[in-house]
């Protein structure tokens, strides 16, 4: 089982995303905001960070560029189910760009999110699933039906 | 879908509801029984900070709006339309998504009403949520 980092500013959805990962025998850090997950992984190595994107003063872009400048190679996933100054397919897809390893969009199911953890957490499935999502993320994205 | 019964809200008819609204389940009980058997025990402290948040949310975003306070009141709205997305509440969740976007727009002439239809469909929302616990 995993040391999880879940960062959303909504406590809520936090609560419900918690639950599902300690339910799955995880175990689980939290963190309401950008700024404060950096602290929390300065003190704590973890071995996934799953962070909303929008979220007030540092966003889950800003988090991404910040935390894989200082530890390259951290295993991100991205979630959101959207706001108005962005659609939720294209920030997902930005946030593919920026480093996230793969996403979780909201409203969620359990079962979506514990395999999505699942493959994040094994390397070799990940890649695979990451690079088979680019390219229908591209495709879909490029063709203006995305 | 298993759904509880249409509630007694009056949307007005002024405001940029979805069409279907009034044909949309207040709240979706599949998602519900979905998340029970997902989160077993954990389930009912879920559920609990749910309805706090159902009736709370609303009041923030009203004294967002008492506030004069366009970006309080999307982001407040945003975090509930999302909440009420996550567990089946699908009119409410229409309801927070409307306000989001006059908010949004820096528009918050009739936010009041919309805000006031958030409140009771929060109460409501939290009478079934609890009928749904406690039922056998």
Known sequence: ?146 | MNTFAKNDLHPDRDMELSQDADNEPFLVLDKLAEMKQELGPSFLNVIQHFQSGILLRPEKINQAIQANDPERVERESHSLKSVCRQIGLVQMGHLAANLESLAHAGELRGAGLLVGQLIQAGQLAHSQLTEYCTSP
């Open chain 1, 1 to 146: 089982m995993a040391h999880i980092l879940v960062v959303d500013d909504d406590d809520l959805s936090r609560l419900y995303l918690v639950a599902i990962l300690r339910n799955a025998g995880h175990t689980v850090q939290e963190a309401e905001s950008g700024q404060k997950c950096l602290e929390q992984i300065d003190l704590n190595a973890v071995d996934l960070t799953i962070t909303d994107i929008f979220m007030p003063v540092m966003d889950g872009f800003e988090l991404l560029a910040t935390l894989l400048k200082a530890r390259p190679g951290s295993k991100v996933i991205a979630m959101s189910g959207g706001g108005l100054t962005m659609r939720k397919k294209l920030a997902l897809h930005v946030a593919k760009k920026f480093g996230a390893i793969d996403l979780i969009s909201k409203p969620f199911q359990s079962s979506g999110v514990l395999d999505t953890v699942t493959q994040a957490l094994c390397p070799a499935k990940s890649f695979i699933a990451c690079q088979n999502w680019l390219c229908r993320q591209d495709a879909l994205f490029f063709s203006g039906t995305g």
